[in-house]
């Protein structure tokens, strides 16, 4: 699964997703593939979801389809126990996730047959918890 290699910290602050307000400000556009999936909500991906995304589009690509993943989990959930009392402290660390902002390219592919792309991506989209659209580049 993708984690970090190394953090400055074991723990951070919350990680918040505003449900309307954020949007992406540099990672909208298609910079590598001619094709890709586009966040339409704001929401996080566990690592899990984007390994599954990725195995999807590499079977349904074909041996000369190229992907490229552009999102990755580098934000740290914490949990307690059931039944702790408040206080004594931050949770401990239970998983890495990755935040998606409406309007967030997350995977970018390429295949000599537009029809495969679109094929991939559409059932990539189903294994990822938020709504995604299929984008094109400039061709």
């Known amino acids: 699964m993708l984690k970090p290699n190394k953090t400055k910290f074991l723990k ?10 954020h949007r992406a400000t540099s990672s909208y ?4 593939g001619s094709h890709g999936l586009q966040a339409l909500e704001n929401g996080i991906l566990t690592p899990q979801q984007i390994e ?14 190229k992907v490229w993943i552009r999102v ?3 934000f740290v959930v914490t949990n307690k126990p059931k039944e702790v009392r ?31 792309c679109l094929i991939a991506l559409r ?10 659209q299929i984008v094109r580049g400039g061709l």
């Open 29 to 32: 556009q298609l910079l590598y």
């Open 52 to 65: 599954a995304t990725r195995r999807t589009l590499v079977r349904n690509l074909g041996q000369f389809g």
């Open 123 to 132: 059932k990539a989209s189903t294994k990822l918890p938020i709504n995604c």
């Open 86 to 116: 408040m206080g004594r402290g931050k949770g401990d660390f239970k998983m890495y996730v990755a935040k998606a902002c409406t309007g967030f390219t997350m995977f970018e592919v390429t295949a000599p047959l537009k029809k495969n």
């Open 72 to 74: 990755f989990p580098h």
């Open 12 to 21: 951070y602050h919350k990680l918040r997703v505003n449900l309307n307000e």
